[in-house]
């Protein structure tokens, strides 16, 4: 089945820093989402990206679907303790509209305050 | 804000027994998912859901799984016989219509087989 590779697997950052983080595959995506998932948690969802190019902001958040539908990244800018977590990246396709997601294996971010 | 619930939060069972997970789903959704997660991995994907029947299901969910929506409010994952290896997070999600991409997913229900 198609892969998601996210990096880096953890980052360790100072309170005030900007973060950024990515998600590549080998194969195409239609549709790329970016979740946060806390310990015991279900994955809350962040930013949705319906097309290639796509450049989309919520909040301190900001996400951009590849050119070449294989990539995604996500930037966090001027991170707070509270943005502590795992970022997952997840790529659907549209066939049949059923939108199936895959999921990277996750991105944890430290924040120290 | 509208939310996907499930219930229990945390079922545990012997191995060979049948659980039912249960899942409330966003009300003026359509399209209904159930994904899991093994500790410490990644989310996967098991089944999908429309229109009172199975538009999709991963290897994962063989003939142990099935789905049902028993009413117009509620949305269940039974496990017929577990097995250790199905000690996992199950996460119920839902999306609106079929050109909204957002799934929207649930807290989760830990299942614990012994």
């Known amino acids: 089945g198609q892969q998601l590779n996210q990096s880096p697997q953890s980052m360790f950052i100072q309170e005030g820093e900007d973060v950024s983080m990515n998600c590549t595959s080998s194969?195409?995506?239609?549709?790329w989402l970016w979740y946060k998932q806390d310990p015991g948690e279900g994955p809350v969802l962040l930013i949705a990206?319906?097309?290639?190019?796509e450049l989309t902001s919520n909040g301190r958040l900001t996400a951009q679907f590849g050119i070449t539908r294989k990539d995604s990244f996500l930037n966090i800018s001027a991170s707070i303790p509270s943005d502590v977590g795992i970022y997952f990246c997840a790529g659907s396709n549209s066939g049949g509209s059923n939108y199936k997601l895959t999921f990277g294996k996750g991105t944890l971010l430290t924040v120290n305050p | 804000e509208p939310e996907v619930t499930q219930t229990p939060s945390h079922q545990v069972t012997q191995m060979g027994q049948e659980v039912i997970l249960r899942c409330v789903p966003i009300?003026?959704?359509?399209?209904f998912y159930w994904y899991r997660q093994i500790l410490g991995q990644k989310v996967e994907f098991l089944v999908s859901?429309?229109?009172?029947?199975?538009?999709?299901k991963s290897e994962i969910f063989d003939d142990q799984f099935s789905v049902e929506r028993p009413d117009g409010s509620n949305f269940t994952l039974k496990i017929r016989s577990t097995k250790l290896e199905d000690s996992a997070m199950y996460f119920c999600?839902?999306?609106?219509?079929?050109?909204?991409?957002?799934?929207?997913f649930g807290p989760g229900t830990r299942l614990t087989v012994t």
């Open positions: 859901f429309y229109n009172n029947e199975i538009s999709e």
């Open positions: 009300s003026n959704h359509l399209y």
């Open positions: 990206l319906y097309k290639a190019g």
């Open positions: 194969s195409i995506f239609n549709t």
């Open positions: 999600a839902s999306r609106r219509t079929g050109a909204a991409i957002e799934q929207y």
